[in-house]
């Protein structure tokens, strides 16, 4: 798969659930030898790079209301940016507001929605990945989320030299 650079839209979470999925992101990372990230659900991505983005946050963030997310699992993969994750319901708030972006930033690109926030981007056996899974519990049903960023990455992102090269484009707060 060729690799080529993206703005990967995110909706970050708030208050509490941020600080709980940071805590967890920051010390797989450092049991791991893994790299620190920004906990975030990928709403779409853009190979779009001529100046959409900001056009983009900005209608999503005067459309769209903060969301709240309905927790389903954690969840494992071989992908890297998937090694360990939780899962969220897609409601149809978090639908409307894929749409919004993708109109805005006038993309067709084919990205499929599928609700996650990554807790680890490492290679790890499979073992260790069902281990991880099992033994962390989201301590809610339901995770705030109030902020969209647009993130300047490789895509696919594929190691923590890719994850470090990661930039902010922009940053919009959800006010609907």
Same mark, same amino acid.
């Given at each position: 798969?060729?690799?080529?650079?993206?703005?990967?839209?995110?909706?970050?979470?708030? %208050?509490?659930?941020?600080? &709980?999925?940071? %805590?967890?992101?920051?010390?797989?990372?450092?049991?791991?030898?893994?790299?620190? &990230?920004?906990?975030?659900?990928?709403?779409?991505?853009?190979?779009?790079?001529? %100046?959409?983005?900001?056009?983009?946050?900005?209608?999503?963030?005067?459309?769209?209301?903060?969301?709240?997310?309905? =927790?389903?699992?954690?969840?494992? /993969?071989?992908? &890297?940016?998937?090694?360990?994750? =939780?899962? &969220?319901?897609?409601? /149809?708030?978090?639908?409307?507001?894929?749409?919004?972006?993708?109109?805005?930033?006038?993309?067709?690109? %084919?990205?499929?929605?599928?609700?996650?926030?990554?807790?680890?981007?490492?290679?790890?056996?499979?073992?260790?990945?069902?281990?991880?899974?099992?033994?962390?519990? =989201?301590?809610?049903?339901?995770?705030?989320?109030?902020?969209?960023?647009? =993130?300047?990455?490789?895509?696919?992102?594929? /190691?923590?030299?890719?994850?470090?090269?990661?930039?902010?484009?922009?940053?919009?707060?959800?006010?609907?």
């Amino acid at each position: 798969m060729a690799r080529r650079i993206v703005i990967a839209y995110w909706l970050i979470p708030a %208050g509490p659930a941020y600080s &709980f999925f940071q %805590g967890i992101i920051n010390d797989l990372a450092r049991r791991y030898d893994a790299p620190v &990230f920004e906990p975030h659900v990928t709403i779409h991505v853009d190979a779009n790079l001529v %100046g959409g983005a900001e056009e983009a946050l900005s209608s999503a963030a005067n459309e769209c209301q903060p969301i709240e997310l309905k =927790v389903r699992d954690v969840g494992h /993969s071989d992908v &890297f940016t998937k090694t360990l994750y =939780v899962e &969220f319901a897609l409601s /149809s708030k978090m639908r409307r507001l894929n749409r919004v972006i993708r109109d805005a930033a006038h993309d067709a690109s %084919g990205y499929e929605l599928k609700p996650h926030l990554s807790l680890l981007y490492k290679t790890v056996s499979i073992a260790a990945r069902c281990e991880l899974a099992a033994s962390i519990n =989201v301590p809610f049903s339901e995770a705030a989320f109030d902020r969209l960023k647009a =993130v300047r990455c490789v895509s696919p992102t594929q /190691s923590r030299v890719d994850v470090e090269a990661w930039r902010v484009v922009t940053t919009q707060q959800l006010a609907g």
